[in-house]
Structure formats: C-alpha cells, structure tokens
C-alpha cells in the first residue's frame, strides 16, 4: 500500500514464490506539492507572522509592517533534487516555475530533460552548488545515512534541507549538530528515522527545523489514487496477469 517496499523482504517472497506489488505513482502531485508547502513555510514563517498578529503583535506596532524572521526569495535560487524518479521530476518542475534553477544527482540521468534551467550534476556537486536540497530516493543499501557530517560539510553554508522520502537517509544526529552550528540554515521533514517519532529524539531539540507527521502523501485524492491502484493490482494478480510486480 505505498510506493517503497523497503519494508517487505522481497527475496525471500520470491523465493516463496509471493508476488510483492507496489503502488507508484498515487502520491507525485501531492509530495511535488508538499515539498514546497515545507520550502515556502520556511522562506517565509506564514504561520509564525499570523499568529503574532492574533496575539497583538501588529495593532501595537508603530509601522504598517514587520517581520520576525528573514525572509527568502526563490527565484533565482538553485534546487539540487537528489532522485529524479516521478516525484523528483514534479519537483523540478515546480521549482523552475518559481524562477529557480533545478540541478539534480540521478543514477539513470535522462538527458532529454536537459535545458537552460535543468541539469544533471554528480552529487558533490549538487551539494556545493545547492541552495535548496530535496531528497527523493529509495531506502536502499547505498542510500542509508547518506546525508551525514561528510555530505553536509560539502553543502553550502546556509542551505535549506527538505526531506519527504525516508527518515533514515539522513543521520539525524548530524544534521541537528549543523543546525545548530548555521550551516544548515534550516531543514523540514516529514519523515523520520523511528515513526512515530521517539519523545527522546535528538530532533526534537533542533533549531530551525520543521517536522510533520509523515503527510506528504495523504490528500484524499492521492489516498483514492493509491486505492484504486491497489484495487487492480488485485485484480490483475487474480487474472493471471501481475502489475506493478517489484519482485519478478
């Protein structure tokens, strides 16, 4: 009932003979999405701005206008996008409508998608060049804790962290160290490395860091989405005709 099947030990199914389908491409409007719904409350702290208002704040202000945070413009900006599967392609899309340019790090580049504002890169240099980096790769083997002290040292200092793919490619303890220190300038995520989140995770004592409840993927038309396909993998599978097979 999702997308990554980390969860399910697939060889061992095989070897059961157990057909193991996913279900893609439910959620790549709804996380695109949600990954700018974390971008933009960081560049601009919507909600922290209108609840000083409902608290007073701009009624006993002396100006028309205040702001209790920097705040960050887009355009013009560099997003390194680290996978460039269904949702890290909507993404860069959506990054170049804000004026952005969209570099991105992918195992399998498609240079059909090169232009004036997209392009591949290795991923060192994805992490030097990027004022924005989202993660949106699988849980693998060479994925795990790839975003750790080394690869935040090759960052720029001030970068934005998005991550809407799987808690555990970052080491969390690394990451709220540079937050701490300003290299990371700021980061959200939706997904961590225990879920629920443990009420003793180092997280929790951040600066600079948002964290939801592993959303990205649940509006309802995505959940209706992932329904359905679910449904015809179903009935696939009984007609003799698997799809989405991730174990073949």
């Not at 997003?79 to 269904?86: A, C, D, Q, S, T």
């Not at 392609?89 to 004036?116: C, Q, S, W």
């Not at 879920?195 to 600079?208: C, M, R």
């Not at 990205?216 to 995505?222: G, K, R």
């Amino acid at each position: 009932m999702a997308t990554g099947y980390n969860v399910v030990d697939v060889q061992a199914a095989k070897s059961l003979k157990i057909t193991v389908c996913n279900i893609p491409d439910y959620g790549t409007d709804a996380v695109a999405q949600y990954v700018f719904a974390l971008l933009l409350a960081m560049c601009h702290r919507v909600e922290m701005h209108s609840r000083s208002v409902f608290e007073g704040e701009w009624s006993n202000s002396t100006d028309f206008c205040y702001w209790k945070s920097p705040l960050v413009e887009l355009a013009g900006k560099t997003m390194g996008i680290v996978g460039l599967g269904r949702i890290g392609k909507r993404t860069g899309e959506i990054a170049n409508a804000f004026g952005m340019k969209v570099i991105a790090y992918a195992r399998h580049p498609d240079l059909d998608l090169v232009n004036e504002s997209f392009g591949y890169v290795t991923l060192d240099e994805l992490y030097e060049q990027s004022d924005v980096i989202s993660l949106h790769v699988p849980l693998v083997e060479n994925t795990h804790g790839m975003i750790d002290n080394v690869a935040i040292s090759k960052m720029k200092a001030g970068v934005i962290l998005i991550n809407t793919s799987r808690g555990p490619l970052i080491v969390e303890a690394d990451l709220v160290a540079a937050l701490r220190s300003g290299k990371v300038k700021s980061a959200a995520l939706d997904v961590v490395s225990v879920e629920p989140i443990e009420k003793g995770s180092v997280l929790l004592d951040a600066p600079n860091l948002i964290i939801t409840p592993h959303i990205a993927w649940a509006p309802q038309e995505a959940r209706a989405r992932l329904l359905n396909i679910a449904a015809n993998n179903l009935k696939a599978f009984l007609e003799g005709a698997p799809t989405n097979v991730v174990n073949q």
